[in-house]
């Protein structure tokens, strides 16, 4: 298993920009999973990317894998009030290993 | 279909005491997995228990344990409570053990006081 790394710790933008977080990890993976938390509550999965793809979108999310710096990021655009949250990436090394997160990305969405 | 579903949602214990909490996953889901979640930690991991055998394992003592059922639901201890033990407890569950999108429930909060 492995932990990724987002950056920056925390974001605070106005609403309606587009926010941009990035994660870094360490060795090969399966796959890499962004989640969302918003305070107090349970993490909810956003999108996964798969170790052959370079780009994911759904909705307003845009993913970017580059497997060979080991790195993604995660574009919201348009950002809205709701999307205030500590957002996450969970880098998924497969064969049935746990998922670990770090300490994520605490966005602010100002009004 | 129901999503992930832990109990309690809030409790109070003091130290020194034992908890059980409990988590029942989506239907058909097997794998379960638990994290703690402090302030000053950030989200780690617990352990992940599929088909009623643990297959991963964090790095906690032992007062904390955790099973499951062979209807998947699971549940995790923590004895012997310690202030450092007041923590949101998330549970999550996927189709299959690891690689797979995980679904997390509301979490439990434990205070210790």
């Known amino acids: 298993s492995q932990q990724g790394e987002e950056d920056p710790q925390a974001l605070s933008i106005q609403e309606g920009e587009n926010a941009t977080m990035n994660c870094s990890y360490k060795?090969?993976?399966?796959?890499l999973q962004w989640y969302r938390q918003n305070s107090g509550r349970g993490l909810v999965h956003l999108i996964l990317i798969r170790s052959n793809e370079r780009e994911k979108h759904s909705g307003r999310l845009r993913v970017t894998l580059d497997t060979s710096k080991k790195s993604s990021s995660l574009l919201i655009t348009a950002s809205r009030a709701a999307d205030t949250a500590s957002y996450f990436c969970a880098p998924d090394v497969g064969r049935d290993d746990k998922i670990i997160f770090g300490k994520g990305t605490r966005l602010h969405i100002l009004p | 279909k129901a999503g992930v579903t832990q109990t309690p949602r809030y409790l109070i214990k003091t130290r020194g005491q034992q908890v059980t909490l409990s988590c029942s996953p989506i239907s058909g889901h097997r794998s379960v997995s638990w994290y703690q979640q402090t302030p000053g930690q950030g989200l780690q991991f617990l352990f992940e228990?599929?088909?009623?055998?643990?297959?991963n394992k964090g790095n906690f003592p032992g007062r904390f344990s955790g099973r499951q059922f062979s209807n998947s639901r699971s549940e995790m201890n923590v004895s012997t409570l310690e202030l450092g033990d007041s923590a949101l407890y998330l549970c999550a569950s996927s189709f299959n053990s690891g690689a797979n999108v995980l679904t997390f429930g509301a979490g439990s909060r434990l205070t210790v006081l």
């Open positions: 228990y599929f088909s009623e055998t643990q297959r």
């Open positions: 060795t090969s993976i399966n796959n």
